[in-house]
């Protein structure tokens, strides 16, 4: 049951990326395909299991030294690797016991300069690419983080080949410029395309709030597919574009989580 809710929760995810960026690159939809997915465990799955020992952070006692599929950097203002992977637990408080059905599994990134990163291989030089994850900026009411903390919160995703960065996307906590508002507390969807310029590429999370406050951004969901190209845009394929960077797409509700 666990396995088929994130199957069917990764799919929604690449096809709505799918569809929007084939508006934004002016594709036809009906020629937009979603295949599988170039990203190894990424909704974080995979060794969830060891991650139970909250807060969950890598190398942490009782959990896990990696998260599978994934490598890691320590923030310019940690001096331990504060990344790790937490669950959402409908009715819970985020300790969990164990990691249940109906769980929704997230990778953290505590402490600016933090990030994850990921090798895509099988990527065809010239194809284009839609990106989209899930993402929330973390809100404790009991820190001492401030209403400007939160707007300066902020998470840095790429895709580059070499020194060449291919696509990229900021979103910030609450603002809306630049890039696109992610919100304290609730994943929402963030998406970006790029065009392949080698059959292997680099993505990278980074957590690029600034080394101020505790800040922790989370991630799940995250699904890269090629697009195919075709002449005109349909006008659906618009109003779902427009309808995502509202902002009204695929929310989900955790309740607060709080990592030392």
Same mark, same amino acid.
């Given at each position: 049951?666990?396995?088929?809710?994130?199957?069917?929760?990764?799919?929604?995810?690449?096809?709505?990326?799918?569809?929007?960026?084939?508006?934004?690159?002016?594709?036809?939809?009906?020629?937009?395909?979603?295949?599988?997915?170039?990203?190894?465990?990424?909704?974080?799955?995979?060794?969830?299991?060891?991650?139970?020992?909250?807060?969950?952070?890598?190398?942490?006692?009782?959990?896990?030294?990696?998260?599978?599929?994934?490598?890691?950097?320590?923030?310019?203002?940690?001096?331990?690797?504060? !990344?790790?992977?937490? =669950?959402? /637990?409908? *009715?819970? &408080?985020?300790? $969990?016991?164990?990691?249940?059905?109906? %769980? @929704?599994?997230?990778?953290?990134?505590?402490?600016?300069?933090?990030?994850?990163?990921?090798?895509?291989?099988?990527?065809?030089?010239?194809?284009?690419?839609?990106?989209?994850?899930?993402?929330?900026?973390?809100?404790?009411?009991?820190?001492?983080?401030?209403?400007?903390?939160?707007?300066?919160?902020?998470?840095?995703?790429?895709?580059?080949?070499?020194?060449? !960065?291919?696509?990229? =996307?900021? /979103?910030? *906590?609450? &603002?809306?410029? $630049?890039?696109?508002?992610?919100?304290? %507390? @609730?994943?929402?969807?963030?998406?970006?395309?790029?065009?392949?310029?080698?059959?292997?590429?680099?993505?990278?999370?980074?957590?690029?709030?600034?080394?101020?406050?505790?800040?922790?951004?989370?991630?799940?969901?995250?699904?890269?597919?090629?697009?195919?190209?075709?002449?005109?845009?349909?006008?659906?394929?618009?109003?779902?574009?427009?309808?995502?960077?509202?902002?009204?797409?695929? =929310?989900?509700?955790?309740?607060?989580?709080?990592?030392?």
């Amino acid at each position: 049951m666990y396995a088929s809710i994130s199957s069917r929760k990764g799919t929604f995810v690449a096809a709505l990326a799918t569809t929007a960026l084939t508006a934004m690159l002016g594709v036809n939809s009906a020629s937009a395909t979603t295949t599988t997915n170039l990203v190894a465990n990424g909704d974080f799955t995979a060794n969830a299991a060891n991650f139970q020992t909250f807060p969950g952070y890598t190398g942490g006692t009782g959990n896990a030294s990696a998260i599978t599929d994934w490598t890691t950097t320590v923030g310019y203002a940690t001096t331990t690797d504060n !990344t790790g992977i937490n =669950l959402l /637990s409908q *009715g819970g &408080n985020g300790s $969990p016991a164990a990691f249940q059905p109906q %769980n @929704f599994v997230f990778a953290f990134m505590q402490g600016a300069g933090t990030g994850l990163f990921q090798q895509i291989g099988g990527l065809t030089v010239g194809q284009a690419y839609s990106v989209s994850y899930l993402a929330a900026s973390r809100y404790d009411p009991s820190s001492t983080v401030t209403s400007a903390d939160l707007t300066a919160q902020a998470l840095t995703a790429s895709v580059t080949n070499g020194s060449q !960065t291919d696509g990229s =996307l900021v /979103s910030n *906590g609450t &603002n809306t410029a $630049p890039g696109t508002v992610m919100v304290p %507390n @609730f994943f929402k969807l963030q998406l970006f395309g790029f065009t392949a310029s080698a059959t292997s590429e680099m993505l990278s999370f980074t957590n690029s709030s600034p080394a101020t406050f505790d800040s922790a951004v989370d991630i799940s969901g995250v699904v890269i597919d090629p697009i195919n190209s075709s002449a005109v845009p349909e006008p659906a394929s618009w109003m779902l574009l427009l309808s995502a960077c509202a902002g009204g797409l695929l =929310l989900l509700n955790p309740r607060r989580l709080r990592r030392a």
